[in-house]
């Protein structure tokens, strides 16, 4: 079974700084991509940033120089650093992961998504 466990998250003053981090963990064979969404009260969920296994990251639209997706793939691990917090980037902060897991004897490509973790930023 795949789990992703999210940490990292908390209450911080605005202009702070917070990392978070996903650890995938299962019967994974390939981390073909790794990646960050949120979710703030009342709004859709939206990407933060991903990247791939290449090293390639992509940032969504609001995710300005503020933000910074890295992984190790060896850990099956990805961070998220967060700086200059803003009220505005309050939200569930979700890990999302796309892998190539064994179901019995078969590699199958799967998406997962992680329990979230709570950022709150007070102004």
């Known amino acids: 079974q795949v789990q992703l466990v999210e940490s990292g998250g908390g209450l911080v003053q605005a202009g702070g700084s917070l990392r978070l981090s996903c650890v995938a963990s299962?019967?994974?064979?390939?981390?073909?991509?790794m990646g960050w969404y949120r979710q703030a009260p009342g709004q859709e969920r939206e990407l933060v940033a991903s990247?791939?296994?290449?090293?390639?990251?992509n940032y969504g639209d609001r995710a300005t120089g503020r933000f910074a997706i890295w992984s190790d793939n060896t850990k099956k691990t990805v961070y998220l650093q967060i700086d200059s917090l803003q009220p505005e980037d309050t939200a569930v902060y979700y890990c999302?992961?796309?892998?190539?897991?064994?179901?019995?004897?078969?590699?199958?490509?799967?998406?997962?998504w992680g329990q979230g973790t709570q950022v709150t930023v007070s102004s």
């Open positions: 999302n992961a796309g892998l190539r897991v064994w179901r019995g004897q078969a590699l199958q490509e799967m998406n997962y």
């Open positions: 299962g019967s994974i064979s390939v981390v073909d991509n």
């Open positions: 990247i791939r296994s290449d090293g390639r990251a």
